[in-house]
T-cell receptor, first 113, second 109 residues
């Protein structure tokens, strides 16, 4: 496809379960970002990759959150031992890098029960 | 600490009139600014951007104005159409992108 693809669209997890969220960026986009969006809020930065290098992970809320992009294309955001406060929409975005806009996927809505 | 702020959670405008959405920022190092539009259950869609070396950028019905001395950004939509009804986010960038909390625009037919 031409856009950023995220899967699954919806995920329900019981508290304590591990989840993995996938992002397929636009082909050729070197930069990839993960954001967390709570209801009624703007996207909050989690982490950023340039190709396979994770250049900034300062937004990850705890060491239960882990992201990877091993081949510089597809990325996975993993959340271990999910908690109720992890419930949010997780957005992935990619860009050409530098002063170019982010292109977002439709997000994964995670609900932790 | 919110570096990008949208102080108006909502705005209603009559069809055909001008919509003005505002955004303030605190970090003078930001060098690239963007506006996004978001429909429910979709990701934000890029609308228009402006570099810090400019003070205006226009694309069809959308114009973005940047006032660096006031650290203020605005988006003008003229004329407003019912399909413009959505949540609008401003964003600012230096290395990473920071987003405001959004303004919900309703264009009344």
């Amino acid at each position: 496809g031409a856009g950023v693809s995220q899967s699954p669209r919806y995920k329900v997890a019981k508290r304590g379960q591990d989840v993995a969220l996938r992002c397929d960026p636009i082909s050729g986009h070197v930069s990839l970002f993960w954001y967390q969006q709570a209801l009624g809020q703007g996207p909050e930065f989690l982490t950023y990759f340039q190709n396979e290098a994770q250049l900034d992970k300062s937004g990850l809320p705890s060491d239960r959150f882990f992201a990877e992009r091993p081949e510089g294309s597809v990325s996975t955001l993993k959340i271990q031992r999910t908690q109720q406060e992890d419930s949010a929409v997780y957005l992935c975005a990619s860009s050409l890098g530098g002063a170019s806009p982010l292109h977002f996927g439709n997000g994964t809505r995670l609900t932790v029960t | 600490d919110q570096q990008v702020k949208q102080n108006s959670p909502s705005l209603s405008v009559q069809e055909g009139r001008i919509s003005i959405l505002n955004c303030d920022y605190t970090n003078s190092m930001f060098d690239y600014f963007l506006w996004y539009k978001k429909y429910p259950a979709e990701g934000p869609t890029f609308l228009i951007s402006i570099s810090s070396i400019k003070d205006k950028n226009e694309d069809g019905r959308f114009t973005v104005f940047l006032n660096k001395s006031a650290k203020h950004l605005s988006l003008h939509i003229v004329p407003s159409q019912p399909g413009d009804s959505a949540v609008y986010f401003c964003a600012a960038s230096v290395n990473q992108f920071y987003f405001g909390t959004g303004t919900s625009l309703t264009v009344i037919p």
